[in-house]
């Protein structure tokens, strides 16, 4: 059809002649048109079906933002996790590198290197600790009596990266127990304790001297968002507040939803895991070698000498809550089967 110059003179004034109205309805009708245009292709496009049961968090939600992961319900929820032990190796195993076959192992519950070491909001100016590197040599540092005169400090300061647990001082036993911290984690009852100390004059200067070291350092807070119980959450939050207000600020990082639930599987244990558990895991999923010291849960020394609960002070731990015993066998098995080094004995003979 030819159209001439009346005809579209004839069509302009026409238009001209419209309402709001009648432009308003044409619009529409052309919008309905594209969109009906556009999805009547997207869904002609080969469309593979996307399962939405529940299973364990895996490796590819890692790569996740952070918020995204602490709100991952569907990932955690209590009645998907496996409960199966990390320690049984199948014979297909032998062919992989121990550390590999833990780190896939550890994955299936939701671990990796970054989902276990979530950066917090707050971040200290200037400090970005690598946590996405493998480390050749790790030493997790228990806080045992057994570490008393074990003068293993000069051994462990020569690991790469040092985690240690709950705020254990170095202080006055370098000799014993290294000169440097990469790694601390702290639980509720410590974190509450040395905010109360922060707040208050008459031991802030106590509590002062006992953060600075770690400034430098990454700071991991367990059961950050394990769902009960919520005062727990807040405490730690007015902690790291405090850390903030008087400079002391370090690498914040915080545990993954349900983490306490999900070690319990993974370990199957049946209490909940101490820091020694936890810093093991940590260990297994960044480093290629480990050697654990100072994780002895007995009042006698393996010459029959009597320890002190900590080799700092001579405390306790809570029964009812963790199963000391239980994972100190965890600790020997692996120490059997060669995944690491578990240190019991003096690292230097006493000059006689």
Same mark, same amino acid.
């Given at each position: 059809?030819?159209?001439? +110059? /009346? ?23 052309? #919008? ?16 593979? =079906? ?37 320690? $049984?190796?199948?014979? /297909? ?16 519950? /939701? ?11 707050? =971040? ?9 590197? &493998? ?37 006055? &036993?370098?000799?014993?127990? /290294? ?57 730690? =939050?007015? &902690? ?17 939803? +349900? ?39 007995? #009042? ?20 009812? $809550? ?31």
């Amino acid at each position: 059809m030819t159209v001439t +110059n /009346g005809s579209m003179k004839e069509v302009w004034f026409s238009f001209q002649n419209w309402s709001c109205k009648d432009i308003v309805f044409v619009i529409l009708c052309i #919008s309905t048109c594209v969109a009906n245009y556009v999805f009547g292709v997207a869904y002609s496009l080969p469309n593979k =079906k996307r399962s939405i049961t529940n299973k364990p968090f895996t490796y590819a939600a890692s790569h996740m933002h952070t918020a995204e992961i602490l709100n991952n319900k569907t990932a955690f929820k209590e009645e998907t996790v496996v409960t199966r032990d990390i320690l $049984i190796q199948k014979e /297909g195993a032998v062919n992989e590198t121990l550390i590999e076959y833990y780190r896939k192992k550890l994955q299936t519950f /939701g671990f990796t290197m970054k989902s276990f070491l979530l950066p917090y909001k707050i =971040k200290a100016p200037g400090l970005h600790r690598r946590v996405d590197k &493998f480390y050749n040599t790790c030493a997790v540092v228990g806080s045992s009596g057994i570490l008393n005169g074990s003068q293993c400090g000069e051994e462990i300061s020569s690991h790469e990266f040092i985690i240690r647990l709950n705020m254990a001082t170095i202080d006055g &036993f370098q000799k014993d127990v /290294g000169n440097r911290t990469d790694l601390m984690s702290i639980n509720y009852p410590i974190s509450h304790a040395l905010d109360k100390c922060l707040r208050n004059t008459k031991c802030r200067d106590s509590a002062y001297r006992r953060l600075k070291p770690i400034k430098n350092s990454i700071l991991l807070f367990h059961e950050f968002h394990d769902p009960n119980p919520n005062w727990k959450l807040q405490g730690h =939050k007015q &902690f790291i507040q405090s850390l903030k207000r008087y400079n002391l600020l370090p690498d914040i990082r915080v545990s993954a939803k +349900n983490a306490t639930l999900r070690l319990k599987s993974a370990w199957n244990i049946t209490k909940q895991p101490s820091g020694g558990l936890r810093g093991i895991t940590a260990a297994l999923l960044m480093c290629r070698s480990i050697s654990m010291y100072g994780y002895y849960p007995f #009042s006698e020394g393996t010459n029959g000498e009597p320890l002190q609960y900590h080799y700092f002070d001579n405390g306790f731990w809570n029964k009812k $809550i963790h199963n000391m015993s239980e994972e100190y066998s965890i600790f020997k098995k692996l120490d059997k089967i060669g995944r690491i080094r578990l240190v019991t004995n003096k690292c230097k003979k006493d000059l006689i």
